[in-house]
């Protein structure tokens, strides 16, 4: 097994993520497909990684292990010091609800809510009170700057503003890892550079572990690390161009 890819922030700590000798095979038929080989890989706790490579080279399949959405076929895969991969479906579901906030290429609103009750959604599986989720919803919109949309519907807000509260909703029950699949794939460059800033500012501010899949270089500078694939297997890590600050 080779050696870990290990993000140059995590030396000396202990990594949230640990991923281990992990492959994926889909089966069609007589067919057995490959997505991942052998992937190694750890992430440090406040890490924020880009994901990077062509269609097909598994970074999405990768992310979705992570967020515990699919099992590895072989491997072992830890979040937190807890095994993910050993979990049962219904494990899985009550640790995403509690642990994973995230944030998709398509904003996945509710339209006829407004966004206030779209971000306070995952709240309604907490125990907390009504009055504890309104205010918690309220918190996560005004950290996106969109408190004072917080009664419009989502056909009232540009992509932008829509992709912000999606991001609100993805944050609002603190979660440990937030994941990212293509977060600005819909968004003209303005909205874009609003959004990954926003990202940029929730990990170095408030400590959020990112993790990005995207195919857009300049999005990718917006992490602290950059991890490239191809054909399954992890070919080369580097850095962005504007290094985040230590």
């Not at 062509?54 to 895969?77: F, H, Q, R, W, Y």
Request: hydrophobic content about 45%; charged content about 25%; proline content about 6%.
């Amino acid at each position: 097994m080779s050696a870990p890819t290990l993000s140059p922030a995590a030396e000396g700590a202990a990594p949230l993520v640990v991923v281990r000798g992990v492959s994926k095979v889909y089966e069609r038929g007589r067919e057995r497909i490959e997505v991942l080989h052998r992937v190694d890989l750890d992430i440090p706790k406040g890490d924020f990684l880009a994901l990077m490579g062509p269609s097909g080279s598994g970074k999405s399949t990768l992310l979705n292990m992570i967020a515990g959405l699919d099992l590895p076929t072989e491997g072992a895969l830890s979040v937190a010091g807890r095994r993910i991969d050993r979990m049962s479906a219904t494990e899985l579901a009550r640790w995403r609800a509690a642990n994973v906030g995230f944030v998709f290429q398509f904003y996945n609103l509710l339209p006829a809510l407004s966004a206030h009750k779209n971000v306070e959604l995952p709240l309604l599986l907490t125990r907390l009170s009504a009055a504890r989720r309104r205010r918690h919803a309220a918190i996560a919109l005004e950290l996106v700057g969109l408190a004072d949309r917080a009664t419009h519907k989502p056909s009232e807000l540009s992509g932008g503003q829509q992709q912000r509260v999606a991001i609100a909703r993805a944050i609002v029950s603190d979660p440990t890892l937030l994941v990212c699949d293509e977060p600005t794939g819909d968004l003209d460059r303005h909205s874009a550079e609003e959004v990954l800033t926003l990202l940029q500012r929730l990990n170095r501010e408030f400590g959020k572990t990112m993790i990005m899949v995207t195919h857009d270089p300049k999005a990718a500078e917006f992490a602290r690390h950059i991890l490239h694939l191809d054909k399954g297997t992890l070919v080369e890590q580097t850095e962005p161009a504007s290094p985040d600050p230590a």
